[in-house]
């Protein structure tokens, strides 16, 4: 059964969904910002179940030292040029009306409990990108997200995102400042992250 409908249909009240008027700015020093907006997608539930059924799941591996180990995640990828998916598209086109850039690219990432994880980085894009955003909307149970600086040092900021919410990554962030999704015991369930990514500066 092949589904073309809005992610929306037949939902009540659309002018609430994706809106940004819950929206706050967080600055981290005078370059770097986070934007944060609790439950942007309110239907969260639909949205990771149409997504756990249809993305490309894969595990990855890495090398470490002289042996290969799978991450401890489940990633699905979209690059630059790729068609996106049209429940993804549905939450491009508002992120790249307010920030002035084409988001073009995405990674799902599935943390099925909370022994999945990603260690401490920042996001490649920064190798090419002076001053990138990256946008990640969680779905499904609340996992810790934390933040410290570049070099090292103690955590800054702690989110707990999930069910809908959205975290906008901009300014500096990616080159001054790194972030996590450490193991939890006690995570509640299954977490999604939607990350988007642009590969050309806004106008």
């Not at 099925?112 to 779905?139: F, I, N, Y």
């Not at 410290?148 to 989110?159: K, L, N, Q």
Request: with cysteine; net charge negative.
């Amino acid at each position: 059964m092949t589904w073309q409908g809005s992610l929306f249909d037949g939902l009540e009240d659309r002018g609430e969904r994706l809106s940004f008027d819950a929206l706050r700015r967080e600055p981290l020093d005078d370059r770097s910002w986070l934007d944060v907006v609790p439950a942007w997608v309110p239907d969260h539930d639909v949205l990771f179940a149409r997504m756990l059924e249809r993305a490309p799941w894969q595990q990855r591996t890495r090398q470490m030292w002289d042996t290969e180990v799978l991450e401890p995640r489940l990633v699905a990828a979209w690059r630059t040029g790729e068609e996106l998916p049209a429940e993804v598209t549905e939450l491009v086109a508002p992120l790249n009306a307010r920030y002035g850039v084409d988001f073009d690219s995405c990674l799902i990432n599935l943390y099925r409990d909370g022994s999945d994880a990603v260690a401490w980085h920042a996001d490649t894009v920064r190798t090419t990108m002076r001053d990138p955003l990256v946008a990640t909307v969680s779905l499904g149970a609340r996992r810790s997200f934390l933040v410290r600086p570049a070099e090292g040092g103690p955590v800054v900021r702690r989110y707990a995102p999930g069910e809908g919410d959205l975290i906008v990554m901009g300014g500096a962030m990616q080159h001054d400042w790194h972030h996590t999704v450490p193991r939890e015991k006690s995570a509640s369930g299954a977490r999604m992250s939607i990350t988007l990514r642009h590969s050309r500066p806004g106008a």
